[in-house]
């Protein structure tokens, strides 16, 4: 299959505007902040303005990353926006509404850049290719396209994208457009020991007292194939963790032998529950996020429930349990 081309509009949007605000996914994760930061590096390239604005902090595990410390996140715009800026541009979020910040960013034309099933082509621009391995990945093709150096530190952030949505290059969206873009990035200075170091060696210990206490609520489900793990407030502040800390412990229950699928339960500080879910090969788990409001990839999706624990708990393992027996 063709690699999908980057779009001429967009590339001409990117040229004609000379001020942009770059934001992606609430909660976010490397692919959110390693693409909108390497982006907002070659737009200043360019010579334009670029701002990258997230609802939530950048996670511990990411601020190695230069440049991390200069995102703008909560609830308030950064300075001069919406004035003085050109268009948004949306980076891995499906729709609007994950952002956080979907009702201050309509005045200005979007520019949606996105890998996700089930985009809803919300942009001015569009730009959504779902075979892409993670959104950095469409970054690095949109430098080569405009014949953008990319520098260590550019490579370093699209590099960290492609590690960590492909699980370290184990999961199904391994392709090979991952390993050409990573063997590209390292030659352009890209450090995987020192990406390695950030994301698998420098865990603070409470994130470790948090894996404990998560493993405390480990259920295994439908003959070994579906787990379950809980991960609430209480046990983040036990632990000495922050809630951006939980990123990557669903791949500890996803590890065991036999598991086909995952889901996680985060409650949130508003009583709610944030539920990810994982699984392998075929079991569809996008489907099931998409039915109660959310998103993602075929392997790797989530959502957010307001029903009450045992509620979504139960419905939740009902679907993985009827998703692994429809692979088969």
């Not at 889901?263 to 996020?289: H, M, P, Y």
């Amino acid at each position: 299959m063709s690699t999908p081309k980057v779009p001429e509009r967009l590339v001409e949007n990117l040229r004609g505007g000379q001020r942009f605000l770059l934001t992606s996914h609430a909660n976010p994760d490397g692919d959110a902040v390693g693409s909108t930061l390497a982006a907002a590096r070659l737009l200043r390239q360019l010579g334009k303005g670029a701002t990258v604005w997230l609802r939530d902090p950048v996670p511990r595990l990411y601020r190695a990353l230069p440049g991390s410390d200069r995102i703008h996140s909560g609830d308030q715009p950064p300075a001069n926006f919406p004035d003085l800026h050109d268009a948004v541009i949306v980076m891995e979020c499906p729709n609007l509404g994950r952002t956080g910040l979907e009702d201050q960013l309509t005045d200005l034309p979007l520019l949606n850049i996105d890998h996700h099933l089930g985009n809803e082509q919300y942009g001015q621009v569009n730009w959504v290719d779902t075979a892409a391995p993670a959104v950095g990945e469409m970054v690095y093709r949109l430098a080569r396209t405009m014949n953008l150096a990319i520098d260590r530190d550019t490579a370093n952030a699209l590099y960290l994208t492609l590690v960590t949505d492909t699980g370290g290059f184990r999961f199904s969206n391994t392709t090979a457009n991952a390993f050409e873009a990573a063997a590209d990035l390292v030659r352009e200075g890209a450090s995987p020991e020192t990406i390695s170091k950030w994301l698998y060696e420098s865990q603070p210990e409470s994130v470790m007292r948090l894996v404990g206490e998560m493993l405390q609520t480990l259920e295994i489900h439908a003959d070994g194939q579906v787990a379950t793990a809980w991960l609430t407030s209480a046990m983040i502040e036990r632990s000495g963790a922050q809630p951006g800390d939980s990123e990557g412990l669903i791949d500890y229950p996803r590890s065991i032998a036999g598991v086909e699928a995952v889901a996680i339960f985060r409650q949130l500080e508003d009583g709610n529950f944030k539920v990810s879910l994982r699984s392998r090969g075929s079991v569809n788990v996008e489907k099931i996020a998409r039915g109660s409001g959310g998103g993602g990839h075929q392997n790797a999706a989530g959502f957010a429930s307001q029903k009450a624990r045992a509620e979504v708990f139960d419905d939740t393992v009902r679907a993985l349990t009827q998703a692994v027996e429809a692979s088969r």
